[in-house]
């Protein structure tokens, strides 16, 4: 199973920026998926973006579109670039891997996910 620690989280003012890491241990091999959600308060865990294992296709969330970029290292590091940030991204966000690559029909929910991290928090002030 490989274990999953996220960091760089924390306060950030309207429109900066903030870049969130995952890193990813005791699992061999690149070919799966992995993705950030997020949780705000009250609010069920939502899809923000996802990345392929391989083609490293990605997969994002309406209202993160043009703003966030994901990407993974060899190493199967997860970065969440998240840039022009709004008070509405504040929110605990996810690092999560699946079993194997998922495809469209699948990449988004939750249920295809079986590994998570602890989350990082993020706040964006107005």
């Known amino acids: 199973q490989v274990q999953l620690v996220e960091s760089g989280g924390g306060w950030v003012q309207t429109g900066n920026s903030l870049r969130l890491a995952c890193a990813a241990s005791?699992?061999?091999?690149?070919?799966?998926?992995m993705a950030w959600f997020r949780q705000a308060p009250e609010k069920e865990r939502e899809f923000v973006a996802a990345?392929?294992?391989?083609?490293?296709?990605t997969y994002y969330a309406d209202s993160v579109k043009g703003r966030f970029t994901i990407s993974r290292d060899n190493a199967n590091t997860l970065y969440l670039q998240m840039n022009s940030l709004k008070p509405e991204d504040t929110a605990v966000y996810y690092c999560?891997?699946?079993?194997?690559?998922?495809?469209?029909?699948?990449?988004?929910?939750?249920?295809?996910?079986?590994?998570w991290g602890q989350g990082t928090q993020v706040n964006v002030s107005s």
């Open positions: 999560a891997a699946s079993s194997g690559n998922p495809i469209l029909s699948t990449v988004r929910k939750i249920e295809t996910y079986t590994q």
């Open positions: 005791g699992r061999s091999g690149s070919m799966f998926g």
């Open positions: 990345i392929r294992g391989g083609d490293r296709r």
